[in-house]
């Protein structure tokens, strides 16, 4: 008996067939499949998606932060519609108009000298091209990661990634050495004064020369670190981490992936600080998703290596032309429509909200961020800093965290939660009203946390 027979007895796609089809047959990211039980969504449009019953959810967490623009951006959809009405796939061996253009767009907003561009699937695939040229540039293996990273889940950006969902895929690649993250609100050494972790090269050079620099190929990092708790580096700590680079000879790779493009207020967030790197990743925003897309660009001098060194690497959609077309129009629509300025707007009223939510809810011990890429840590004791839940190797959200985003979602507000840190980050085309319905919401539901706090 199938599906269509069990439910109904009609091939009409009702939410109760969709639920039990997707129950039966897809397998669900970071998920003990007999404990899924995912809504059916029925569309999308600017910050806010429903499901088949009506209830409408604004994105705060624009999914996977990658709808930057949010859901069916009428230009990329349209663009998408183009380029399929053209020619939906050609080889990557081939020139071909889409993935020329975003090339030579990517050139033009990227700082400093990064230039060339290799067209991937998304980060993960991005990340493992980025190891593999910097070891074939540099002639050494050794790569260093920190442990509050998420760099992708296929077998190279795991072993980059230092969370605990790397647990699962041990052992991994070779050769990846970790340091700490500059974790001010919870620093590793207890903030010395100056502090090697949270100064950057200090603790960079000390692990060097444990591990001997004339065997590191590279660094990699996410230039603010992303799912694990939303951590800015303070001032200076980026230049730092550079200029050691720069003294043994090491690639610095900048792994924008959700920082990039527009999420900070800048088209990346390596701008906030002036640091380049010599390779940068970007996915998510860079097309908001809409087609599978990723890229990993490189600075002038990789470029001139590449001329005269074969690349060992390729995918069969490397620049797709649909992917690339997807791209073109993104960044068109974010040039056209002022997103940075309406990121770095909502942004600052985001952050003034959550500034007066502070003044109310005793469970709110950090507030972090720029342009719209924001993270609540919630805590139960300001003084101690204590988390308000337990660290869950898994970094789920355990109860009261789980109650808070239920109870948020109950009110039509969308968020996510890793352990004790709220991950804020609505499509860069929210508006003002849109930003205090959030607000208000959280004001609301945060009282759950006050409440787990004073227990505690």
Not at 45 to 55: A, K, L, P, Q, T
Not at 169 to 197: I, Q
Not at 306 to 322: E, I, R, S
Request: charged letters at 20%.
């Amino acid at each position: 008996m199938t599906i269509t027979d069990r439910v109904a007895g009609t091939n009409e796609w009702t939410a109760d067939r969709i639920k039990a089809a997707d129950r039966e047959y897809v397998i669900h990211s970071w998920s003990t499949q007999g404990s899924v039980n995912a809504t059916p969504i029925a569309g999308g449009e600017g910050s806010w998606f429903w499901d088949y019953d009506g209830n409408r959810y604004l994105d705060f967490q624009s999914q996977l932060v990658n709808m930057n623009l949010g859901h069916q951006h009428p230009r990329i959809v349209e663009a998408i519609k183009e380029q399929a009405d053209r020619m939906c796939y050609i080889g990557p061996n081939y020139a071909e108009q889409s993935r020329a253009e975003l090339a030579e767009l990517i050139a033009g907003l990227t700082p400093g000298d990064l230039k060339m561009t290799f067209f991937t699937t998304g980060g993960a695939a991005a990340n493992e091209n980025a190891i593999r040229l910097a070891r074939h540039v540099t002639g050494r293996h050794k790569i260093v990661a920190r442990y509050r990273s998420y760099h992708g889940a296929t077998a190279g950006a795991m072993a980059l990634t230092g969370d605990p969902r790397r647990w699962a895929a041990e052992p991994s690649s070779f050769g990846v050495v970790r340091m700490f993250d500059p974790y001010t609100y919870r620093c590793p050494v207890g903030h010395p004064d100056p502090c090697p972790v949270c100064s950057g090269g200090p603790h960079l050079e000390e692990i060097l020369q444990y591990e001997n620099p004339d065997t590191v190929a590279a660094v990699v990092l996410e230039t603010v670190t992303g799912t694990n708790g939303l951590i800015y580096p303070p001032e200076g700590y980026l230049r730092s981490i550079r200029e050691v680079c720069d003294k043994y000879g090491i690639i610095l790779i900048f792994d924008e992936v959700m920082a990039g493009f527009g999420r900070t207020g800048e088209w990346f967030a390596c701008n906030h600080w002036d640091v380049t790197p010599d390779i940068l990743i970007t996915a998510k925003g860079l097309n908001s998703g809409y087609v599978p897309l990723g890229a990993m660009v490189v600075n002038q001098r990789i470029s001139d290596w590449l001329m005269v060194n074969k690349f060992w690497g390729g995918l069969t959609y490397a620049g797709h032309p649909l992917a690339c077309a997807s791209g073109v129009a993104s960044i068109k629509a974010m040039q056209d429509e002022n997103i940075l300025a309406n990121t770095r707007e909502m942004g600052e009223r985001l952050g003034l909200g959550l500034e007066r939510l502070a003044d109310r809810h005793v469970s709110i011990g950090d507030i972090r961020g720029r342009g719209l890429f924001y993270g609540l840590e919630l805590v139960s004791d300001r003084g101690t800093r204590e988390p308000l839940v337990p660290f869950n190797a898994t970094g789920a959200a355990a109860a009261p965290m789980t109650a808070l985003v239920a109870a948020a979602k109950k009110q039509g507000l969308y968020l996510s939660a890793n352990n004790n840190v709220l991950r804020l980050t609505p499509p860069l085309v929210i508006t003002g009203e849109e930003i205090d319905f959030a607000v208000d919401v959280l004001d609301k539901v945060l009282t759950l946390a006050d409440e787990a706090a004073e227990q505690a």
